[in-house]
């Protein structure tokens, strides 16, 4: 017979990494490297989750980085505006970059804003509104407390609002995450393979978010695992839907 409590105490324990990536090597990294295949499917994702999206709007993607899934969704969303909320200046100079190349200026407006928001002179503070859709990706394992992001999402939504959220899932074995680097950052420069390495030890399981979402009184948020490594959160935010 299995010894279930053995069994779910040898499962991987979660180690926390920095929650800000503001090296300008490290930055430059991310923002050259190609996350076409992933970055396109958290698109994809969005769009069978939500295939009644309204046809215009202004979506807060939170934890932009250089701007990559912000671009993306903005080419597959040509009536939507999109707020990229970042903390790490040295991303974001490579996501203005990138957002002037694209010519979407127009559209796309990147600030530096720390989840959770502080009040500091150097940071954006948040604007009485509130987002029709909230959208983030690989966000949520870099925080040292969880709840910042889930508060983050309440603040900035109102009634109505969708939330689709894309993050890695800890697998139950660190050997489990070496295969993980070999099998997807196999050509990759050291320091992706690193931090993804250190990312998934950091991430959380499905039954951790569940109960992160109940803390938060998100409980309507539905969560499940995608591939082998990711898990999607979405739902919408309890009141009245919006006009499509």
């Known amino acids: 017979m299995t010894n279930l409590g053995s069994e779910a105490s040898a499962l991987l324990t979660r180690i926390p990494e920095p929650e800000l990536m503001d090296d300008d090597d490290q930055a430059r990294a991310y923002a050259e490297a190609d996350f076409a295949e992933p970055h396109n499917h958290f698109v994809q ?48 100079n490579f996501g203005y970059q990138a957002v002037a190349a694209a010519e979407l200026q127009n559209r796309i407006t990147l600030k530096k804003v720390y989840v959770p928001q502080r009040d500091t002179a150097s940071d954006t503070q948040r604007d009485p509104v509130s987002f029709p859709l909230i959208f983030s990706n690989s966000l949520l394992h870099h ?15 109102g009634p109505g609002t969708l939330v689709f959220i894309m993050d890695l899932m800890r697998p139950k074995k660190r050997e489990t995450a070496r295969d993980f680097v ?25 039954d951790e978010v569940q109960d992160q979402l109940v803390q938060a009184g998100l409980d309507k ?23 499509t």
């Open 221 to 243: 948020l539905q969560v499940r695992a995608v591939r082998d490594r990711h898990l999607i959160i979405w739902g919408q935010i309890s009141g009245s839907p919006l006009n």
């Open 45 to 92: 994702l969005l769009q069978e989750t939500f295939p009644q999206l309204p046809k215009t709007g202004t979506a807060l993607d939170l934890g932009c980085g250089p701007g990559d899934i912000t671009l993306r969704f903005a080419r597959a969303f040509p009536a939507w505006s999109v707020e990229g909320w970042d903390a790490s200046e040295a991303m974001l």
């Open 182 to 206: 070999d099998l997807y950052a196999q050509d990759e420069p050291e320091v992706l393979r690193r931090d993804f390495f250190n990312s998934l030890l950091a991430a959380y399981r499905v």
């Open 143 to 157: 925080l040292a407390d969880p709840m910042a992001l889930w508060t983050e999402v309440k603040q900035q939504s």
